[in-house]
T-cell receptor
């Protein structure tokens, strides 16, 4: 999905390890979002950032922290990973102006 | 907060048949209803959306209908093709394009 780049694509962690999921967008949009996707649960909002320097909690923020490093980049950090955080994580941003969300291709995370 | 229910969870049709996926929402203030298609290994992609001031919207083989009184909306795909096979998500928002609440998804399988 051109415009939203997520790294890494896959990651395996042991319980208690930490990691940062990276997201970068080249659409020059103010707002960015982090969702997680679990089987049978749809997509649930973790955190979002309405503009550079601001972040807000979504539906399932516990166990995560975020940083809006600049207008392009919005990272998601797991300080102490737990098996319940095994999921596929998606970053999203509107394509342009006031428009629908455009998603990256996701990071598949497994915590053992 | 908003709650979005989506049915069915799986739907199998023969190529050329029509497919209908239904969603209900709980927040009467919701005013934006997008539908996303997710292919294996990719992020969700917007296929059609509708606002609460419109009852129906069509784009080639895809249409969405909205019943505000009953608080439900549906995706209709006509003349289905194997490439329509994917997971489809409905969503609702009361603040435009941001902070969407998603349904749990429908896996559509189109058999040749």
């Amino acid at each position: 999905n051109a415009g939203v780049t997520q790294t890494p694509k896959f990651q395996v962690l042991k319980t208690g390890q930490s990691m940062t999921l990276q997201c970068a967008q080249d659409m020059n949009h103010n707002s960015m979002y982090w969702y997680r996707q679990d089987p049978g649960m749809g997509l649930r909002l973790i955190y979002y950032s309405a503009s550079e320097g601001t972040t807000d909690k979504g539906e399932v923020p516990n166990g995560y922290n975020v940083s809006r490093l600049n207008k392009r980049e919005f990272s998601l950090r797991l300080e102490s990973a737990a098996p319940s955080q095994t999921s596929v994580y998606f970053c999203a941003t509107p394509a342009q102006g006031n428009s629908p969300l455009h998603f990256g291709n996701g990071t598949r995370l497994t915590v053992t | 907060g908003e709650n979005v229910e989506q049915h069915p969870s799986t739907l199998s049709v023969q190529e050329g048949d029509s497919a209908v996926i239904k969603c209900t929402y709980s927040d009467s203030a919701s005013n934006y209803f997008p539908w996303y298609k997710q292919e294996l290994g990719k992020g969700p992609q917007l296929i059609i959306d509708i606002r609460s001031n419109v009852g129906e919207k069509k784009d080639q083989r895809i249409a969405v209908t909205l019943n505000k009184t009953a608080k439900h909306f549906s995706l209709h795909i006509t003349e289905t093709q194997p490439e329509d096979s994917a997971v489809y998500f409905c969503a609702a928002s009361n603040s435009g394009y941001s902070t969407l609440t998603f349904g749990k998804g429908t896996m559509l399988l189109v058999s040749p």
